[in-house]
């Protein structure tokens, strides 16, 4: 039975598929208006910056890499960067092209998967990959072979495509040689075939007008798209070194969440990931992506949080031919790491993961012993903004019926491929009507 407002007095979802993590969701309808939305998150706490404490200043490269194995690279890039901030080492080119090219590899297989797997069935209707496979095989064995490339290129340079095991403090324990990056060629151009294919695929896909309204934030960098970077920029004019981070930004707790929530320090909400970093940098696309983001009907900025899966996939396009260039261009460094020595002092670091900016801080004391760490991963910093995008869509929908509206609240969440699991963790979605004064 439903109410006045189209939705049931009490809808509960056990369990949202489609996202990594456990959660709920809880909307309140108040007089026609959603007049409250939390993102409660429950997974039990993870303990990673309680754990690092402690540890050699070594060890934080390869024990962050188990928060996720989606995004293991990400964990261990910003754990470099903020070791290699204290002690005041700047690697050599060619070991930062390397870590691109890693980087590279995280991109294309992660964004793979949540375009396919994760985020096309709620725009064809399905509820999950499986039951799409019979209509849409030829799609998804396409975003598998992508998947697949991007795990190689990971292999290659990191070891391994799940928790990578060549990642080491200042590079990498070996370079990898021409002949083992150059079998990647062919595989990357199929692959930036595919990715071109996706994105005209995706661009089909139907969404409302709604936009995010808050501030976007990514890395800032004069020539590259945003990746790897010692600057933070945002639409506000935000332009802050790392080490300003802690001056502009701050994390706070809230009872119906195990991850805290981040914010700019005067409390406004702001988004990190791919609508960010397009939208801040869509002039620094390699050629081909940003043709195939104008063929999409991109403009320079893109706001609209349920195309996030259009931007994705011109990501995609992007890494696979910033790969091509990086290997056409290899040259093994002279040696595949530059020695970076214990100090006490404190480090700040920051790449974009593929779901957004992920910051690292780590206090160390004279050995090198880790006395304080500071995780902050893309979801904790967009919680607030998720909540904000669900009661606009909400909002939107509230006429649409209980199933409907249930559907595009779960939506509104996976448009940010949030790893709750890295922040610690979604989903359960209920509808709650408030009766006034009646």
Same mark, same amino acid.
Request: glycine fraction near 8%; hydrophobic fraction near 40%.
């Given at each position: 039975?439903?109410?006045?407002?189209?939705?049931?007095?009490? !809808?509960? !979802?056990?369990?949202?598929?489609?996202?990594?993590?456990?959660?709920?969701?809880?909307? /309140?309808?108040?007089?026609?208006?959603?007049?409250?939305?939390?993102?409660?998150?429950?997974?039990? &706490?993870?303990?990673?910056?309680?754990?690092? /404490?402690?540890?050699?200043?070594?060890?934080?490269?390869?024990?962050? #890499?188990?928060?996720?194995?989606? +995004?293991?690279?990400?964990?261990?890039?910003?754990?470099?960067? *903020?070791?290699?901030?204290?002690?005041?080492?700047?690697?050599?080119?060619?070991?930062?092209?390397?870590?691109?090219?890693?980087? +590279?590899?995280?991109?294309?297989?992660?964004?793979?998967?949540?375009?396919?797997?994760? =985020?096309?069935? $709620?725009?064809?209707?399905?509820?999950?990959?499986?039951?799409?496979?019979?209509?849409?095989?030829?799609?998804?064995?396409?975003?598998? /072979?992508?998947?697949?490339?991007?795990?190689?290129?990971?292999? #290659?340079?990191?070891?391994?495509?799940?928790?990578?095991? %060549?990642?080491?403090?200042?590079?990498? =324990?070996?370079?990898?040689?021409?002949?083992?990056?150059?079998?990647?060629?062919?595989?990357?151009? /199929?692959?930036?075939?595919?990715?071109?294919?996706?994105?005209?695929?995706?661009?089909?896909?139907?969404?409302?007008?709604?936009?995010?309204?808050?501030?976007?934030?990514?890395?800032?960098? &004069?020539?590259?798209?945003? @990746?790897?970077?010692?600057?933070?920029?945002?639409?506000?004019?935000?332009?802050?070194?790392?080490?300003?981070?802690?001056?502009?930004?701050?994390?706070? =707790?809230?009872?119906?969440?195990?991850?805290?929530? #981040?914010?700019?320090?005067?409390?406004?909400?702001?988004?990190?990931?791919?609508?960010?970093?397009?939208?801040?940098?869509?002039?620094?696309?390699?050629?081909?992506?940003?043709?195939?983001?104008?063929?999409?009907?991109?403009?320079?900025?893109?706001? %609209? &949080?349920?195309?996030?899966? @259009?931007?994705?996939?011109?990501?995609?396009?992007?890494?696979?031919?910033?790969?091509?260039?990086?290997? #056409?261009?290899?040259?093994?460094?002279?040696?595949?790491?530059?020695?970076?020595?214990? @100090?006490?002092?404190?480090?700040?670091?920051?790449?974009?993961?593929?779901?957004?900016?992920?910051?690292?801080?780590?206090?160390?004391?004279? $050995?090198?012993?880790?006395?304080? *760490?500071?995780? !902050?991963? &893309?979801?904790?910093? %967009?919680?607030?903004?998720?909540?904000?995008?669900?009661?606009?869509?909400?909002?939107?929908?509230? $006429?649409?019926? =209980?199933?409907?509206?249930?559907?595009?609240?779960?939506?509104?969440?996976?448009?940010?491929?949030?790893?709750?699991?890295?922040?610690?963790?979604?989903?359960?979605?209920?509808?709650?009507?408030?009766?006034?004064?009646?």
């Amino acid at each position: 039975m439903t109410n006045r407002f189209g939705v049931t007095p009490f !809808v509960d !979802v056990e369990a949202l598929t489609r996202v990594e993590g456990e959660g709920g969701l809880l909307v /309140r309808v108040e007089d026609g208006h959603v007049a409250d939305v939390e993102l409660r998150i429950f997974e039990p &706490p993870r303990f990673f910056e309680g754990f690092l /404490r402690g540890r050699g200043h070594d060890e934080p490269v390869d024990l962050t #890499a188990r928060v996720c194995g989606i +995004c293991p690279v990400a964990y261990q890039l910003s754990a470099c960067a *903020a070791m290699e901030d204290a002690a005041g080492v700047v690697v050599p080119s060619a070991i930062r092209d390397l870590r691109r090219l890693l980087y +590279c590899g995280e991109w294309i297989e992660s964004h793979a998967l949540h375009i396919h797997l994760l =985020h096309a069935p $709620d725009f064809l209707g399905y509820e999950h990959a499986l039951t799409m496979a019979a209509d849409h095989g030829e799609q998804l064995e396409r975003g598998l /072979r992508l998947k697949a490339v991007g795990n190689d290129v990971m292999a #290659a340079v990191g070891g391994r495509a799940v928790h990578p095991v %060549n990642v080491r403090l200042g590079g990498f =324990h070996r370079a990898p040689t021409p002949a083992e990056l150059q079998a990647l060629v062919e595989p990357l151009r /199929r692959a930036r075939d595919d990715a071109l294919g996706v994105v005209r695929w995706v661009a089909a896909f139907e969404w409302p007008d709604v936009e995010v309204g808050c501030e976007l934030v990514a890395i800032g960098h &004069p020539s590259e798209y945003p @990746v790897l970077g010692d600057r933070i920029v945002s639409t506000g004019g935000l332009d802050i070194p790392v080490r300003a981070w802690g001056e502009h930004f701050h994390e706070e =707790h809230r009872s119906r969440s195990t991850a805290l929530y #981040a914010f700019r320090t005067d409390g406004r909400h702001y988004l990190t990931g791919p609508l960010a970093r397009y939208s801040l940098a869509s002039g620094r696309l390699h050629p081909v992506a940003r043709e195939a983001a104008r063929d999409a009907g991109l403009g320079p900025v893109c706001r %609209n &949080p349920f195309q996030s899966v @259009v931007v994705r996939a011109v990501e995609v396009v992007h890494a696979c031919e910033t790969a091509l260039q990086l290997v #056409a261009a290899y040259e093994p460094p002279a040696e595949p790491f530059v020695e970076v020595p214990p @100090v006490a002092g404190a480090g700040h670091g920051v790449t974009e993961a593929p779901r957004g900016l992920l910051y690292h801080r780590y206090v160390t004391d004279a $050995d090198g012993t880790v006395v304080e *760490a500071q995780l !902050v991963p &893309p979801t904790s910093q %967009n919680q607030a903004a998720i909540e904000d995008d669900v009661r606009a869509v909400a909002m939107h929908y509230l $006429d649409a019926g =209980h199933d409907e509206l249930t559907r595009r609240c779960e939506m509104a969440v996976r448009n940010h491929d949030p790893c709750i699991s890295c922040a610690t963790h979604f989903l359960d979605v209920r509808v709650v009507p408030v009766q006034t004064g009646r």
